[in-house]
């Protein structure tokens, strides 16, 4: 599920309010996009894949991440690389190949 | 609904519900075709429902006769002989277009192979819808994102006319009328947390019944995917080099990805199942990494790697998604029993081209660029010859809509009952009449409290929609499963382990707050002039 809205590098695009499919996020008085309804969110990883700004962070869990988990470390995660991971695969954002490219998996077993 | 003041009206030639590939598809052909379209999603037309999140295979076969023949016979053991050459090769005839137009106009990159042609039999979700929804725009389709459908209209003689939806974040009704309207809203995964599909909630399949339709196929709603525990991860493909195993690490004798999968379903009534991808070499385990990047975004944020560590998973249910049942279709165009409704997708019935089974998405997204595709100008020559409606529209939706009582349901209760009665394997994977004939009443207990009782208001109005539209799936699901006295395809029946030559034929159903199933007579689908 969402655990992650990093507001220090949000711009307020608004892209992850629009492409949500299930409406998590509502924009915030500051512009910077509130998670309104995390229960709806369905671990599609949908609104980190359009973060131009790698500032979003879908955990692994279908479920909410607990508040000591490594999943709700903003500061961690980045640290680690995995802030903005998904769109790095996809080559999702300037100046990155498209994954889709080479997108070939292996020969499946007769 | 009675909030008849916040009403918008929009008017169109055809109006497409649903924006996954089937919709878009289907969006891009009726524009291509000189009329004015619409498409609505519930959500959000490029990052919605099954496709948008995963990587998936598409029924792609070059032009080569041998190639071909080998592609259909596959698996037509496996679909119980249900399904039909002619529908078929038309399918790979036109996967074969459209996927070339994907790469030329969408200019999807197709991976190339090492003679430089594109290798065109997989598509990366995310890279695909996208692009899908630039050409749906470049091409002037108003797109209505965040705006499900809640209910179809008809006009004096029944045809389908437009539909109305609901402006989620506005929370304001839209009204829009059109010349035809093209169902392409999705299967049923009853909200399962397969992966993307909670948003696929059969809604396509209600709104159908409710204009006259009927369906066909929906015994084959059993498909269950393994995910680790916990996530949402249900792609299944890699687990063909996966080794099963118990918590003591011994192996579990019997489970596969394909042909063992129901052993999983029965161990996990009574411990867990781990899994490990130890059958992978080096070399495969590197272009699998490339090949679906998005599976292994889920393992190293769990820290597993998932080709030496053992890993507990589940099975989760995908119902008409990756089961093969929907609306029924009666003629080539996709058009379905009602004049003016066309129906597309996993919202339509794909047992034409892989009858009682499919295992992965390869069939389900060629039938949805096929479908989508002849939907869409199916429509678009129906809105033409007939032109726009007259103004005296009548809507046709009921259950979830309109109580007939005082609303004293709540959608989540309602959610959570159906839940209880077709998630577990012990009900809708390892069938048997003793166990379906219980559940099937309990449903159907639960039809009646939400046809008296349930309503809502403001953005909860589409979700009490998608309770009531999970109830009446469970129910013609399992009235279909009752009705198939035997196992053929994916549906198995315990108590009728073996096929029935008898019962060679697809089995319709339909009626919603009666319900019925029976045999589909041989004359009854055309294509091109040839009787099925």
Redesign the interface.
């Known amino acids: 599920m969402i655990e992650i809205v990093a507001s220090e590098r949000c711009i307020a695009c608004d892209r992850c309010i629009?492409?949500?499919?299930?409406?998590v996020f509502d924009r915030g008085p500051d512009g910077v996009p509130v998670i309104a309804r995390h229960s709806?969110c369905?671990?599609?990883?949908?609104c980190e894949?359009?973060c131009p700004t790698d500032a979003l962070f879908v955990?692994?869990?279908?479920?909410p991440a607990p508040a000591n988990s490594e999943?709700r470390d903003a500061a961690g995660l980045a640290t680690a690389g995995?802030l903005g991971?998904?769109r790095r695969?996809?080559g999702?954002g300037r100046g990155r190949a498209?994954?889709?490219?080479?997108?070939?998996?292996?020969d499946?077993?007769g | 609904m009675t909030n008849t003041e916040a009403i918008e009206t929009l008017r169109t030639d055809v109006l497409v519900i649903g924006g996954g590939p089937a919709g878009t598809w289907a969006a891009i052909k009726a524009a291509q075709a000189g009329v004015d379209v619409v498409l609505a999603d519930?959500?959000?037309t490029?990052?919605?429902?099954a496709t948008?999140?995963v990587?998936t295979g598409i029924w792609y076969v070059e032009d080569v006769p041998e190639l071909r023949e080998a592609a259909m016979a596959s698996r037509e053991a496996l679909g119980g002989h249900l399904a039909e050459r002619d529908w078929m090769a038309r399918v790979l005839d036109e996967t074969h277009a459209r996927m070339r137009e994907l790469g030329e106009v969408q200019r999807?990159?197709?991976?190339v192979d090492t003679n430089g042609q594109p290798?065109r039999d997989?598509?990366?979700g995310?890279?695909y819808m996208r692009r899908q929804r630039t050409r749906v725009q470049r091409l002037g389709v108003r797109i209505l994102?965040?705006t499900p459908a809640l209910e179809l209209l008809v006009d004096d003689d029944g045809v389908v006319s437009g539909a109305v939806a609901l402006d989620?974040?506005s929370g304001r009704t839209v009204r829009i009328e059109a010349g035809a309207v093209v169902l392409a809203a999705g299967g049923c995964a009853f909200q399962s947390?397969t992966?993307?599909?909670?948003?696929d909630t059969g809604d396509g399949a209600l709104m159908a019944v409710e204009a006259g339709a009927v369906l066909s196929g929906m015994e084959f709603s059993s498909a269950y995917a393994i995910a680790p525990m916990?996530?949402?991860?249900t792609k299944t493909?890699y687990y063909?080099?996966a080794s099963f195993y118990r918590a003591d690490q011994t192996v579990l004798e019997g489970a596969a990805n394909y042909g063992g999968r129901s052993v999983i379903a029965k161990t996990l009534l009574s411990e867990p199942v781990f899994a490990r991808l130890d059958?992978?070499t080096k070399?495969?385990r590197v272009?699998?990494r490339?090949?679906?990047?998005?599976f292994f975004?889920?393992?190293?944020?769990?820290g597993i790697d998932p080709f030496t560590d053992f890993f507990e998973i589940t099975l989760l249910a995908e119902g008409t998604v990756r089961g093969t049942g929907g609306v029924r279709i009666a003629d080539s165009s996709c058009g379905t029993d009602v004049p003016g409704l066309y129906a597309a997708g996993d919202t339509a019935t794909r047992e034409l081209i892989c009858g009682g089974f499919t295992g992965g998405g390869s069939h389900n997204a060629a039938w949805a660029a096929s479908s989508g595709s002849w939907a869409g100008q199916g429509a678009a020559r129906f809105a033409i010859g007939r032109g726009r409606p007259g103004a005296e529209l009548r809507p046709v939706g009921g259950a979830g809509l309109r109580p007939t009582g005082t609303v004293d349901v709540g959608h989540r209760d309602v959610v959570a009952e159906v839940q209880r009665q077709v998630l577990p394997y012990e009900l809708n994977y390892l069938r048997h009449g003793d166990r379906l004939t219980p559940a099937l009443k309990s449903l159907h207990d639960t039809w009646s409290e939400v046809r008296a009782g349930l309503g809502a208001a403001g953005e909860d109005v589409f979700r009490a929609r998608e309770a009531a539209a999970m109830v009446a799936h469970g129910r013609w699901m399992y009235h279909a499963a009752l009705a198939r006295t035997e196992s053929r395809g994916m549906h198995k029946r315990a108590d009728f382990p073996a096929q029935d030559p008898e019962q060679r034929r697809r089995l319709l159903t339909g009626g919603l707050d009666d319900l019925w199933s029976r045999p589909e007579s041989a004359a009854t689908v055309l294509v091109g002039g040839h009787a099925a």
């Open positions: 629009d492409v949500c499919p299930t409406r709806n369905q671990t599609c990883f949908q894949a359009y955990a692994p869990l279908a479920t999943f995995v991971s998904y695969e996809l999702w498209l994954g889709a490219r080479t997108a070939v998996g292996p499946y077993p | 519930k959500g959000y490029g990052a919605s429902g948008a999140s990587g999807y990159p197709f991976p290798i997989d598509l990366q995310p890279e994102d965040h989620r974040a947390k992966l993307g599909c909670d948003v916990g996530t949402s991860l493909a063909s080099w059958r992978a070399a495969e272009a699998m490339r090949g679906q990047p998005n975004l889920v393992f190293d944020r769990l």
